[in-house]
């Protein structure tokens, strides 16, 4: 914590600690939704490799999709709301919602510590990933590799 909040306001540290997964896991999936329609897309006219050549280019060019991604973003800031109501009498982890219907989440606490740092590492790196990925394909006009 470089700036100090934690020192500065110890009772809010989870909050900080759920918004830091949160925008982890929000950058992961940018990243691959970044990537991966520069290769695969949906199908339908109006997503097609002419009608929007860069990624980039879909938030301009599909106005009515980015409303549903506006709304789908919103419910789950909606759902969140619980965490920051609460914060001084947390009664979860920060990020944990308790939804794992792979059953994935190990039970050993020493292997859950590992996977919630791996969590946390691979979504800080995301972070900074999906801003290059922007701030690349802006600059050059290219998509992906963005060179």
């Given at each position: 914590?470089?700036?100090?909040?934690?020192?500065?306001?110890?009772?809010?540290?989870?909050?900080f600690r759920e918004a830091e997964l949160k925008h982890g896991r929000v950058s992961m999936l940018a990243v691959l939704g970044a990537v991966v329609p520069e290769f695969v897309r949906i199908p339908g006219?109006?997503?097609?490799?002419?009608?929007?050549?860069?990624?980039?280019?879909?938030?301009?060019?599909?106005?009515?999709?980015?409303?549903?991604?506006?709304?789908?973003?919103?419910?789950?800031?909606?759902?969140?709301?619980?965490?920051?109501?609460?914060?001084?009498?947390?009664?979860?982890?920060?990020?944990?919602?308790?939804?794992?219907?792979?059953?994935?989440?190990?039970?050993?606490?020493?292997?859950?510590?590992?996977?919630?740092?791996?969590?946390?590492?691979?979504?800080?790196?995301?972070?900074?990933?999906?801003?290059?990925?922007?701030?690349?394909?802006?600059?050059?006009?290219?998509?992906?590799?963005?060179?």
């Open positions: 914590d470089p700036a100090g909040f934690c020192e500065s306001c110890p009772e809010w540290v989870p909050w006219e109006q997503f097609s490799f002419e009608s929007i050549p860069k990624v980039i280019d879909a938030h301009d060019a599909l106005p009515d999709s980015m409303i549903q991604i506006f709304a789908a973003i919103s419910y789950v800031e909606a759902t969140s709301f619980g965490a920051l109501a609460n914060m001084n009498e947390f009664d979860r982890a920060p990020g944990d919602f308790g939804f794992d219907p792979l059953k994935l989440k190990p039970s050993d606490p020493a292997k859950l510590k590992e996977l919630q740092l791996k969590e946390l590492k691979n979504g800080r790196l995301a972070m900074v990933a999906i801003g290059g990925i922007v701030a690349g394909s802006l600059v050059s006009g290219h998509g992906f590799p963005y060179v």
